[in-house]
């Protein structure tokens, strides 16, 4: 197995060196992608994720740094990259007024394919992605699951040898993005070197294959989704009872998890660690009914972004502060 | 080049596809034939030639000008989609798309031209050159035209929002088409004003065009001036000016652009 993105020591500055409120969008980041794996980008808004893949798939100039992609250097040779690389960004990034086979034919036809191959291969992505029916319909009618899974067809016209998602479920409603994970799972499984950005460490943990925390520019973690979570103390169990069966709730899940429990009375709740995730809410909830308790309510809960930020930096992500500072809208996540 | 076409091909499908675009583009144009040929033209003197004879060359200069909003306009919108970073991904020339965006609305003004001429004709419009002498006007319209839409190109990938194209083309084309000699002699503009306009590139278009048309110099020429006199030589002056700084400067902005 080899390398087949390496970013190193990128440095990206927006506004100029002597504006003050010049942003620091990458600062000194590095990262290594090996062949047919899946990276994926995790950061809130604002910490440089599209910046990254931005200058990986060509279209921004680093200040300083070197990144290659399927041995090629990205800035001696972008021409050559675009050749071999699929984009698909945070909006999709289609004709709204042409038809998604429009679309298709002509980024198909942009891609040097001739007209026959370019309808060829519209017609089996459009049957691909579920579109056929969709395909002579103008793209402004189209759900925003329909919209991203167009938009990623396109960018798979050429069969790219590796492929940037850019925030691909952002926006979508919980079914589009369970549509676009089985897409993506697909995808991977025919070979495609893939990075990927969220904001969301559910996607990350779904699709790849090893994740990067990044913030302000720069790699703040890496791992798998599993050694992240121990990171951040994993999934806890937390149930709800009645006030005068709490103890006896909590001596059972101490006795499953061989761990420490919490009660917090205010909300009748008892809290603990669960490493075993959903198995020890299934045994956990067998022993309850074998005892004849029954919960309120029951729930695991895992760990998110905010909690993994705060575990990693000790700062929350840096989204609310933008909102605060307000001042420079947008502009800290190119 | 062929990629260029391919955007060009694209952008005319868009009209095939949404025909009010297409349908409205000419009718603004139509409705400033109707305005000033029965409305202002009956109040603006020209002694010894019908009005009509001489708004018409102003009309489609002005029309051929405003190219210069459809392009900044299209392109504005393409970048806040997105395209403009997808068409970059792409392995095709850095030109293409500017290139083809700017066919594509050059084709656009073919189509609005030929409206335009048969409601002028329809209006009591005649030129009275000679075919190749009519023809060689419409076609100095189409390249000044397209030279203009050039300039959109620059505007168009620096703005942040497309309604700011919108606004930032109208206040300066809008000036720029009425303080000539497009609709009424610019003798009765203050001095100053005067110089403004016999300089004006709108104002040798349009001279030049009535000149192609038939027309004897009048209506403008305040002095004797070398605009005045020369119409058809500062055109093309004027046109080759327009393409030398905005075409190097478009291209290299499509290069380095970002959505802000």
Redesign the interface.
Known sequence: MSASIIAENLVKTYGGGKDENAVRALDGLSLTVEEGTVLSLLGPNGSGKTTTV?VL?????PDSGRATVAGIDVLAHP?QV??I?G?S???????????GW?NLI??G????LSGRGAKARADELLEKFSLTDAAKR?IKTYSGGMRRRLDLA??LIVKPKVLFLDEPTTGLDPRGRQEMWEVINELVKGGVTLLLTTQYLEEADQLADEIVVIDQGHVIAKGTADSLKKDVGGERLEISVAAEQRSEVRRIVERITQSAATEDAGVHKVSVAAPGGTSTLIETLRELDAAGIHPLDIALKRPSLDDVFLALTGHIAEENLETTANAKP??GK? | MKDALIITKRQLLQLFRVPEVLIFSTIQPVMFVLLFRYVFGGAINTPGVDYVQLLMPGIFVQTVAFTVAGTALGLAEDMQKGLIDRFRSLPIARSAVVVGRTLGDATLNVVVLVVMAITGLLVGWRPSSSIFEILAGFLLLLIFGYAMSWMGVLVGLSVRDSRVANSVVFLFVFPMTFLSNAFAPTTGMPRPLQYVAEWNPVSTMVAGVRDLFGLEPMFGATANSFPSQNPLVMSLVYIALLMVIFIPLSVRKYKNVSPK
């Open positions: 931005r798939s060509t279209l921004l100039r021409q675009r050749e690389i984009l960004g945070q909006y999709a990034a289609v004709d709204e007024t042409l038809t429009d002509m980024f036809r942009l891609y040097h103008p396109a960018s947008k502009r190119r």
